[in-house]
């Protein structure tokens, strides 16, 4: 019974200089996690991104010369957990806000441009058809508008119609809490949406809103209301509108980068299509708050024609002006948003 | 030997075994990392989880109203404007609440809700660079047509809804099952983001094995010996001698005896215990292989040929 010298592997000397460094991350790393990153000192934070280096290289290093499986899995989650904390989002609540609404919001809408026309030129078109529709066969109102006509049906009297676009009515809480679940958000939503499936049932559903909308321009119109219901409208409507237009302007992106995603993958180009559209998707969803409160206290408070319609018109010059004229502070768009 | 073993810092199961599909991605260094993909059920977990803290974002709202001294106000009819300013602020914190929720946690130091912190899952990019805010946006937002929509849909399509909820159901229940369908696990929320949802577990790091190899000159092998097996065979030696289960060390030692034709002492006091026995054994395997693996000539398991 010898005793002869202990073994000595590399991987034995490599964990043994090593081991010091993935111990000194680790326990930067759980203190990380555990949100005390404020109490680092500089001399911490500073060697943070050094430990985490060298600890990756030991991880690259021991794949080559340990066949050590505990040691390997720990290096693995070890520099799985450092690389999530390094390369995680940090972003500061306040400066995403400034950024998105600053930057990105407008900057998105501006690459989205020939889809933002394509949208709006199915919901005109739409709205013209269903007017003409109406015109020559009044019967076609009820059967695009169905039961949310809410008694705005071809039997009402002038006075019905006109007590619709009065100041009294529904409560503005109801009305507000009634639009969350109403149809404007489910329709943005889904002309967005169902664009991954190739973009016709976006324009199909961006029609079919013009065409409900020209059938109640017409009915209102026939009874003599036309502008007072214009005027009605467009208090919240210019933004619910643009809303819409916006959510099937993003469903026809991600259609058109689906079927044609250019040099690259379709999967790459579907990612960095859904950056784009989500962001400006992000913008539609807060129009339609906005539009849902203005809808839920403008509508009561404005009843005069001349001053309703002249809010519409400032929120829709508002609108442009935001989307087409902030966020350009650089020559050539350089914020990592592929057209 | 004198030499007391030490006890081993991890009990049972300490090797895992990377079962499932992984992501892998290459960080900005230049390194792969595999991360073990989180299934649906994990991900439904932590989804649940945040649900059921979202769900008591209004109860404590409710609450805190139920605490407030308002009866001092005498503010008695329904519908006088403070009523409804509440009204409103009420709904917006929904919204918020909603909306906001996984946005705020996943774009926070930890990259994760409550939920997916509790599982132990993490948001990566899928390019191994910065998650970014934009991708952060993108795949919440697809929450919203992926998992609330259809729930609203549903509701109406039990209320009586017309053909087209009850598609629009369909099409929605499709996305939202869209994990269980591709290799990543990913929701459409991951594709359009460009982010993955993986595991990102704790390990504990052991001591090394060959640190605790017994030295005795009944316990040196011959190259022959040695080279009976390989690299799967070291890892499932590794995982018995750390769970240190005594009858599987025994039928383990017996096995391994047999197939190198390992004869141990006469004298009956002189023989290694099976512990001791698969240490060594464990030790010089272990030597062998790395000193090929140094050479660039690696050996999967047993059935891989030698030369």
Redesign the interface.
């Known amino acids: 019974m010898s005793d002869t010298p202990p073994l000595q592997l590399k991987s034995q000397k490599f964990r043994e200089t090593r081991e010091k460094e993935w111990r000194a991350l680790a326990r930067q790393v759980d203190r990380a996690e555990k949100g005390q990153v404020g109490s680092f000192t500089t001399e911490e934070l500073l060697e943070l991104p050094v430990l985490y280096r060298a600890t990756v290289s030991s991880l690259s290093m021991a794949q080559s010369i340990s066949l050590d499986r505990n040691l390997i899995t720990y290096l693995q989650a070890l520099c799985g957990r450092a690389y999530v904390y390094m390369y995680g989002a940090h972003a500061r609540p306040w400066q995403v806000v400034k950024g998105f609404f600053l930057r990105s919001l407008p900057q998105s809408f501006r690459t989205l441009g020939i889809e933002m026309w394509l949208s709006f030129a199915c919901f005109f078109l739409g709205a013209l058809g269903g007017w003409l529709m109406c015109a020559f066969d009044p019967s076609w109102y009820n059967a695009l508008l169905g039961q949310s006509a809410q008694g705005r049906d071809t039997s009402a009297t002038t006075e019905d119609l006109r007590k619709t676009l009065g100041g009294d009515g529904d409560t503005p809480l109801a009305v507000f809490s009634a639009f969350l679940m109403s149809n404007n958000t489910r329709v943005t939503l889904l002309a967005f949406a169902v664009g991954v499936i190739g973009g016709v049932p976006t324009a199909f559903l961006m029609i079919y809103n013009g065409m409900m909308l020209g059938a109640m321009m017409w009915l209102f119109t026939t009874k003599g209301l036309g502008i007072d219901f214009a005027a009605w409208l467009s208090i919240h409507g210019t933004t619910e509108i643009m809303a819409i237009i916006i959510g099937g302007g993003a469903g026809f992106h991600l259609a058109r980068r689906l079927m044609f995603p250019g040099h690259l993958t379709r999967k790459a180009a579907l990612a960095s299509a859904g950056r784009t559209a989500g962001t400006v998707m992000l913008g539609a969803m807060l129009m339609l708050i906005i539009a849902g409160l203005i809808e839920g206290i403008g509508r009561q408070t404005i009843t005069d024609t001349v001053l309703r319609y002249a809010f519409g018109g400032t929120m829709l010059v508002g609108w442009l002006v935001y989307y087409l004229g902030l966020g350009r502070d650089r020559k050539g768009a350089d914020d990592g948003q592929k057209a | 030997m004198a030499k007391k073993p030490k006890q081993d810092l ?1 009990k049972g199961g ?3 075994q990377s079962e499932g599909p992984t992501t892998s991605v290459t ?3 230049g ?5 073990r993909t989180a299934s649906f059920g994990t991900r439904l977990g932590a989804l649940l989880i945040d649900l059921i803290i979202m769900a008591l974002i209004p109860v404590a709202l409710i609450l805190i109203f139920v605490l407030l001294p308002l009866e001092d106000l005498r503010i008695t009819q329904p ?1 006088h404007p403070f ?2 300013i509440m ?2 602020i009420f ?2 914190t929904l ?1 918020f609440a909603r ?1 906001g929720y996984f946005m ?1 946690f ?6 994760a809700t409550p939920g997916k912190r509790v599982m132990k899952i ?1 948001v ?3 390019d ?12 919440n ?2 929450r ?2 992926e998992l609330f ?1 259809p729930l ?1 849909l549903s509701v109406q399509a039990a209320a009586g809804g017309g053909w087209l909820g009850l598609i ?1 159901f369909l ?2 229940l499709g ?1 939202a099952l869209l994990p269980l369908f591709n290799k990543a696990k990913a929701r ?2 991951d ?4 982010t993955r949802v ?1 595991h ?7 001591f ?4 605790q ?1 017994a ?3 009944w316990l ?1 092998f011959t190259p022959e010996q040695v080279a009976a097996y390989g ?1 799967k065979e ?2 499932v030696l ?2 018995v001698l ?1 769970e240190r289960r005594a009858s599987t060390m025994q039928a383990v030692a017996a096995r391994i005896k047999a197939r190198i034709d390992w004869t141990g002492p006469k004298a009956e006091a002189d023989m290694p215990s099976d512990e001791s026995f698969l240490r060594a054994y464990y ?1 010089a395997l ?2 062998h ?2 000193g090929r ?2 050479m660039g000539r690696r050996r999967k398991d047993k059935f891989d040929p030698t030369v």
Do not use: C, K, N, Y
Request: net charge negative; proline share 6%; aromatic share 6%.
């Open positions: 991890m300490s090797v895992p960080t900005p260094e390194v792969r990392l595999s991360f519908d009523w409804q009204g409103v709904v917006l919204f909306t705020f996943e774009m926070g130091p930890r990259a993490r990566i990019s899928h191994g660079g910065h998650l970014t805010p934009a991708a952060v946006i993108t795949r937002a697809l919203e047509v929509l609203t629009a099409w929605a996305l459409l929320g594709f359009l983001g460009g993986v990102v577990p704790r390990e504990a790091l052991s090394d094995l060959v640190d190899a030295v005795s000159s040196v690299e070291l890892g590794e995982e750390r030790a272990r030597a292989l790395e693996m140094l």
